[in-house]
Nanobody, 116 residues
Framework: QVQLVESGGGLVQPGGSLRLSCAASGSIFSINVMAWYRQAPGRGRELVATITSGGNTNYKDSAKGRFTISRDNAKNTVHLQMNNLKPEDTAVYYC??????????WGQGTQVTVSS
């Protein structure tokens, strides 16, 4: 079992920045990949960024150059630094732990609202 707790969401103006955090606990040794997803109102959940246990990263096209995913292994935490935010980035952001042989584990989500 893995437990995930997200934090760092909020209201920000267009062009602003936010840093999301996801703290993992439990069987963290079993985690292969950590990911950030988001879900906007009326839309499906979409993958935003991933980071492997080896530190390899991947991003949704619209996030490239603006978002950075990173991990602090000492604190069992994954971050998503989001810069130059746009209204279309408004969504609930979820952290997911990918574990082989399981459907994965999700956090409770954190709301990000980009509006003037």
């Amino acid at each position: 079992q893995v437990q995930l707790v997200e934090s760092g969401g909020g209201l920000v103006q267009p062009g602003g920045s936010l840093r999301l955090s996801c703290a993992a606990s439990g069987s963290i040794f079993s985690i292969n990949v950590m990911a950030w997803y988001r879900q906007a109102p009326g839309r499906g959940r979409e993958l935003v960024a991933t980071i492997t246990s080896g530190g390899n990263t991947n991003y949704k096209d619209s996030a490239k150059g603006r978002f950075t995913i990173s991990r602090d292994n000492a604190k069992n935490t994954v971050h998503l630094q989001m810069n130059n935010l746009k209204p279309e980035d408004t969504a609930v952001y979820y952290c997911k732990a990918v574990v082989a042989g399981s459907p994965g584990y999700w956090g409770q989500g954190t709301q990000v609202t980009v509006s003037s």
